[in-house]
C-alpha cells in the first residue's frame, strides 16, 4: 500500500458524502466546546445560555446520527465499511451526549458554588482554569478530525493520526496530574465540590479516549479501501 494513495479516489458517491456529513458532528463539538469553556469561566455566572445551546447541539447530533444511519442502511455502502461506518457515527454522538452531560453538571453545582463560602469559589475557579486548558486538547483533536476527513492522502492521514494520538496522552497526563493534585487537597475541600471536580476530569479524558478511537477509525478505514 502507498501511503501517497489518494484515499477518496477508492470509495463510492454513498460513502463520499456521508464522510463529508460526519464533519458536521466536529462542527457541533467545537462550538459545544468553546461554551462548556465559557461555563467553566467563573466570571461568567449566566451560564444556562450556554448549556442550552449544548443541548441544542446534542439534540442536531442525534438527529444527523438518525439521518446518517439511515443513508448506510438505504444506501450503496460496500458492506465490509458498514460496521465502521457506524462506530464512527456512534463515537462522534457520545461525544455531544458527554459534552451535554457535563454542562448539566456544573450548571447543577453553579447552585452550589454561588452559596458557598470563598474558599470554595476560589479552589473551583482555579481547579476550572486547568479543565478549560484540557478542553483545549479536545478543540485541537477535534479540528484535527475536520482535516482527516478532507485529506486526499494516507501520508496526510497519518499525520494527523498521529497528532490526535499525542493529544490524547498529554490530556491522559494532565488528567493524572490533576487527580493527584485533588487527592492531596480532599480534606480540604466540600466533599461535592471534590466529586464534581473529578468527574468532570474524567469525562474531559473520556473526550480525547473517544477522539482517538475516531481517529483510529478514520486510519482503518482509509487503509481498508486502498490496499
Same mark, same amino acid.
Given at each position: ?29 467545537? $462550538? ?30 442525534? +438527529?444527523? $446520527? ?20 457506524? @462506530? ?25 458554588? @454561588? ?74 475541600? +466540600?466533599?461535592?465540590?471534590?466529586? +464534581?471536580?473529578?468527574?468532570? $476530569? +474524567? ?20 487503509? $481498508?479501501?486502498?490496499?
Amino acid at each position: 500500500m502507498s501511503i501517497r494513495k489518494k484515499f477518496f479516489n477508492f470509495i463510492n458517491p454513498t460513502e463520499k458524502v456521508i464522510f463529508k456529513r460526519i464533519n458536521e458532528y466536529s462542527n457541533y463539538i467545537i $462550538t459545544s466546546t468553546n461554551d462548556l469553556m465559557k461555563m467553566l469561566d467563573c466570571s461568567n455566572l449566566e451560564i444556562s445560555q450556554y448549556k442550552e445551546t449544548i443541548r441544542k447541539n446534542e439534540m442536531d447530533g442525534d +438527529h444527523l $446520527t438518525f439521518e446518517l444511519k439511515n443513508e448506510i442502511t438505504n444506501g450503496a455502502i460496500t458492506p465490509n465499511l458498514m460496521d465502521s461506518f457506524n @462506530l464512527l457515527i456512534d463515537k462522534c454522538d457520545d461525544i455531544l451526549d458527554r459534552l451535554y452531560y457535563m454542562s448539566r453538571e456544573i450548571l447543577r453545582y453553579q447552585d452550589f458554588l @454561588l452559596t458557598s463560602g470563598q474558599d470554595v469559589k476560589e479552589k473551583t475557579c482555579q481547579y476550572y482554569s486547568k479543565l478549560r486548558n484540557m478542553l483545549n486538547y479536545n478543540l485541537d483533536a477535534q479540528k484535527s478530525i475536520m482535516e482527516m476527513l478532507e485529506q486526499n492522502t494516507i501520508e496526510k492521514m497519518v499525520s494527523l493520526w498521529s497528532r490526535v494520538s499525542r493529544l490524547e496522552e498529554e490530556v491522559d497526563d494532565l488528567k493524572d496530574e490533576l487527580l493527584d493534585s485533588l487527592y492531596k487537597e480532599a480534606n480540604k475541600l +466540600h466533599y461535592l465540590t471534590f466529586l +464534581h471536580l473529578a468527574e468532570i $476530569t +474524567h469525562k474531559i479524558d473520556d473526550l480525547l479516549d473517544t477522539s482517538q478511537d475516531i481517529a483510529d477509525i478514520l486510519i482503518n478505514v482509509a487503509i $481498508t479501501v486502498t490496499s
